[in-house]
């Protein structure tokens, strides 16, 4: 099975930081990898796919990176609806999600 | 605009079978896509439970494989979740979705809350 691994779990920030999130999977995942928003009581948004792929519609200041077992997204300045967690998951094989890291009000 | 809607019980007891639908409008469950389950237990990270195909073909997750089936019904452009052998552990929100060509997951369903209780 393969484990992917966020960091950090929580990230304080304030509007207009640059922030950076990290997922590690166990082994080589290429570059199958996506990227989600979750608010609270609603159902996750898909940001990313393909590890750098913006999906239709969500701001560019969203961005992803990495392949084979690193990988990161960044949200180059921080709004006030970016307040979430978020959440990558794998699908080389068939699928699993990081754990979760919320961004929070600093 | 594809859109997904969970349906089914809200309280099951434990040992019991969770059985739950997912009806697809705005787009043919008969398309190349792939359809998912995805839970969440109150407070906690997303677990996917498994998906199907139009064919019938499904993949599981390797913790739940032996409680799980998930099937289709074309007619009905829907699939369903069957979880035997419940417990208070399998109590969460569970969505389904749709499975992009890719993999990734592209169209979620609002989310149903099922609780495991006497």
């Known amino acids: 099975d393969i484990q992917m691994t966020q960091s950090p779990a929580t990230l304080s920030a304030s509007v207009g930081d640059r922030v950076t999130i990290t997922c590690r999977a166990s082994q080589s995942i290429s570059s199958w990898l996506a990227w989600y928003q979750q608010k609270p009581g609603k159902a996750p948004k898909l940001l990313i796919y393909?590890?750098?792929s913006l999906e239709s519609g969500v701001p560019s200041r969203f961005s992803g990176s990495g392949s084979g077992t690193e990988f990161t997204l960044t949200i180059s300045s921080l709004q006030p609806d970016d307040f979430a967690t978020y959440y990558c998951?794998?699908?080389?094989?068939?699928?699993?999600f990081g754990q979760g890291t919320k961004v929070e009000i600093k | 605009q594809v859109q997904l809607h969970e349906s089914g019980p809200g309280l099951v007891k434990p040992s019991g079978t969770l059985s739950l639908t997912c009806a697809v409008s705005g787009g043919s469950i008969s398309s190349s896509n792939w359809w998912s389950w995805v839970r969440q237990p109150p407070g906690k990270g997303l677990e996917w439970v498994g998906e199907v195909n139009h064919g019938g073909s499904t993949n599981y997750n390797p913790s739940l494989k032996s409680r799980v089936t998930i099937s289709v019904d074309k007619s009905k452009n829907q699939f369903s979740l069957k979880l035997t052998s419940v417990t208070a552990a399998d109590t969460a929100v569970y969505y389904c979705?749709?499975?992009?060509?890719?993999?990734?997951?592209?169209?979620w369903g609002q989310g149903t809350l099922v609780i495991v209780s006497s």
């Open positions: 393909k590890a750098s």
């Open positions: 979705a749709r499975g992009a060509l890719e993999g990734f997951l592209d169209y």
């Open positions: 998951q794998q699908y080389d094989s068939y699928k699993t």
